[in-house]
């Protein structure tokens, strides 16, 4: 993760941080997150029904491709210099635009679009988290990630 003084953080909005590296979302991890959510719904885990299916394929849990933003954020979010922890402080806003189908390259984009100290030492970031299919004009989803930083 990228550190920065804390009196720095502003210049950092508006802008884009960067992009994480591809990643695969196989049907390995598609039913690792139905058994742990308990969303078996068929779309997601029957490969022979999902084919029949306007996507052709199973596709990953909205919220599946959704908990990717943690990892896929951790090396390009700016976060201030003494960070003692940074907890997820919830979402603005989320639109689901297209499914991830099984097999697709995922990536994430990050733009910081706001810095807000809550309290003393309690700094609120706000991003854009765009959720890019490998081939894809359409994005998977843009949502507004909150994250509360502790210095």
């Avoid at 953080?9 to 390995?28: A, F």
């Avoid at 933003?69 to 919830?90: H, S």
């Avoid at 989320?94 to 984009?109: A, D, E, G, T």
Wanted: charged share 25%; net charge negative.
């Amino acid at each position: 993760m990228p550190y920065v003084p804390v009196a720095e953080l502003k210049d950092y909005v508006g802008k884009e941080l960067g992009s994480s590296e591809w990643l695969t979302i196989d049907q390995e991890r598609i039913n690792l997150f139905a058994e742990a959510t308990g969303d078996y719904q068929f779309i997601h885990v029957d490969p022979v029904k999902a084919a029949q299916t306007p996507f052709g394929s199973t596709i990953a849990h909205g919220f599946l491709s959704l908990s990717l933003i943690p990892k896929l954020m951790e090396d390009i979010l700016i976060l201030p210099e003494g960070l003692k922890m940074v907890v997820n402080y919830g979402l603005d806003s989320v639109r689901f635009i297209q499914p991830v189908k099984v097999n697709s390259k995922v990536r994430l984009k990050v733009d910081l679009t706001e810095v807000t100290e809550k309290k003393p030492g309690q700094w609120l970031l706000k991003a854009t988290a765009t959720l890019e299919i490998e081939g894809s004009d359409k994005p998977a989803y843009i949502a507004e990630p909150l994250s509360l930083c502790f210095v």
